[in-house]
Structures are given as structure tokens and as C-alpha cells.
């Protein structure tokens, strides 16, 4: 791993965002923060607008405002470990586990159908855990950690 490609997962401390060992890439968690723009993911508004339409904004307020939140972040984190995973080397259909960890269970509906839109076909194995806080800040919904099957070529 060199030079760090725009898009992908980056660390918020001294870790790597991903490790390959053999044929395995690790991703470490990732959460919906953006580091070079200094700004946590909390609603449609952060991310793309063929995106937020995509996962579902209704433009009507008080749905936007209840579900945007966990919807945007899921799509974030999702869409960073897919560029992580291009700029390994792979693509999400190489991505063989999840470890996806909540704030609040009850999100795990919303995260469903976004996971959905980035493995159409065979999902990953998955594990789901509810967590009583994560870093930074209490506006962080959900973690998602990947492990990837990626042979050398």
C-alpha cells in the first residue's frame, strides 16, 4: 500500500485502513466521517444526490430527518469500503465477511436495504453487534468492518 487513493476509508488515528496478509485484505472499521473535510455524515445532504435518491429521501421533512441520518451513513461506510476495496485490487463481490456494529439495533432494517444496493447478489458473511458508544462522537450510528478474498495475480 502506498499513496493513499481519494475516496478510500482513512484512518482517524495512527492504524491502517486496510492490511493485506496472502490472499485476505482487512479493513479496519469505518464510520461516516469524512477527515479531510472535518465533518461526520449525519443526513442526505452529505452525501451524492443520485445516492440519497437511490436509498430513499422522500424530501418530505420528518421521514428525511428520522431515517437520513442512519441511511446516509450506512451508504457512506458502504461505499468507502467499496472504493477500498478497487483501490486494493478487488470489487464488493470479493468482500467474504462483515462485522457491522450499531448504536442501536433497531437501524439494522435501514443498513439492510442500503447493504443490499452493494451486494445484489451472494452477501458477505455477516455479524451484527449493538455497541454502547463509538468514536468520535455519539452522531457515529454504525462501524463496519470487511475482510476480503483477493488472490495475487
Known amino acids: 500500500m502506498s499513496a493513499t487513493p481519494p475516496g478510500i476509508a482513512q484512518p482517524l488515528a495512527r492504524y491502517a485502513a486496510w492490511r493485506r496478509a496472502g490472499d485476505m485484505v482487512f479493513l479496519s472499521g469505518i464510520i461516516a466521517v469524512d477527515p479531510a473535510a472535518g465533518r461526520i455524515v449525519q443526513g442526505y445532504a452529505d452525501i451524492p444526490d443520485d445516492a440519497a435518491t437511490l436509498i430513499g429521501r ?35 463481490s470479493d468482500v467474504v ?24 447478489g451472494e452477501p458477505p458473511a455477516s455479524t451484527v453487534v449493538e ?17 476480503a478474498w483477493l488472490p495475487r495475480r
Open 131 to 147: 455497541v454502547s458508544a463509538m468514536l468520535p462522537t455519539p452522531e457515529i450510528l454504525i462501524e463496519v468492518e470487511a475482510t
Open 58 to 92: 422522500t424530501g418530505e421533512f420528518s421521514s428525511d430527518v428520522k431515517e437520513g441520518p442512519i441511511l446516509a451513513q450506512s451508504w457512506y461506510v458502504l461505499d468507502r469500503i467499496r472504493l477500498t476495496i478497487e483501490a486494493a485490487g478487488g470489487q464488493m
Open 97 to 120: 465477511k462483515l462485522v457491522q456494529y450499531f448504536r442501536n439495533l433497531d437501524h439494522f432494517p435501514q443498513y439492510s436495504r442500503v447493504r443490499k444496493l452493494f451486494f445484489p
